[in-house]
């Protein structure tokens, strides 16, 4: 089976090394976010139920907050609040709001790679094919068909590489576009919680 791979990658041509590149790049991508986000991108169900409930407890809200991981983006945002709250509430939105713009740096750091590769992977399959397809042609000459075997072999370097291209491109294009839609739900519930808190603080004032 491997021989048969490593035969099919031969049959690929030049560009399929860097396709192969493109591909563990993305997915070396997609694996550190997923570690990433279900480790500090992940609210607490019991945190979400204290901040819902109107017996609001400002001493379990820190003690919640603190068995978090420091880098948890949901104990960033909160600990903003909770050290601002004595402070006038346009401050404390104010620096909310700072805050929350840097977790969204944080959450979607190097997905610019994996968008670049959505597009990079299909152009680079394409040239592959340009690239098989004009070998298959120079080995017809005015004589006719010089070599059958090789067009053949051109053919199917040209069908490889588009191929790998596409796949490449569509697991990558899944993958941004899901981590695209958890990094604004987890802003839109920065946004969400961050204004219920913000309305217990009222309600002590």
């Known amino acids: ?10 049959l690929g041509g030049i560009t399929i090394y860097p396709l192969i590149l ?6 070396a991508l997609i694996i550190d ?22 017996q609001f407890s400002w001493n379990n809200f820190e003690e919640n907050l603190k068995k978090l991981p ?14 601002n709250k004595k402070n006038p509430i346009w401050w404390l939105e104010s620096r909310a709001v700072d805050e929350a713009k840097q977790i969204e740096k944080s959450l979607t750091k190097n ?8 597009t990079a992977a299909p152009l680079l399959g394409l040239l592959g094919t340009i690239i098989g397809m004009m070998q298959a042609f120079r080995l017809i000459g005015n004589d006719g068909l010089l ?10 370097e040209a069908l490889i590489a588009t191929a790998l291209g596409i796949f490449i491109a569509l697991f990558s294009l899944f993958a941004f576009n899901y981590f695209s839609k958890f ?23």
């Not at 493109?22 to 997915?27: D, S």
């Not at 987890?186 to 002590?204: N, P």
Request: aromatic share 8%; hydrophobic share 50%.
């Open 1 to 10: 089976m491997l021989i048969k791979i490593l035969e099919t990658i031969n």
């Open 22 to 27: 493109l591909g563990i790049i993305a997915l």
């Open 33 to 54: 976010k997923i570690i990433f986000y279900k480790k500090f991108a992940i609210l607490p169900q019991n945190l979400l139920n204290l901040i819902e409930t109107y």
């Open 70 to 83: 420091q880098e948890n983006c949901y104990r960033r945002f909160f600990m903003v609040i909770l050290q």
């Open 111 to 118: 997905l610019w790679a994996l968008e670049t590769i959505v």
């Open 147 to 156: 070599n059958p075997t090789g067009v053949t072999a051109g053919v199917a």
């Open 183 to 205: 990094v604004d739900q987890t802003i839109e519930d920065l946004e969400r919680l961050g204004t219920k808190t913000i309305d217990h603080i009222k309600l002590d004032i």
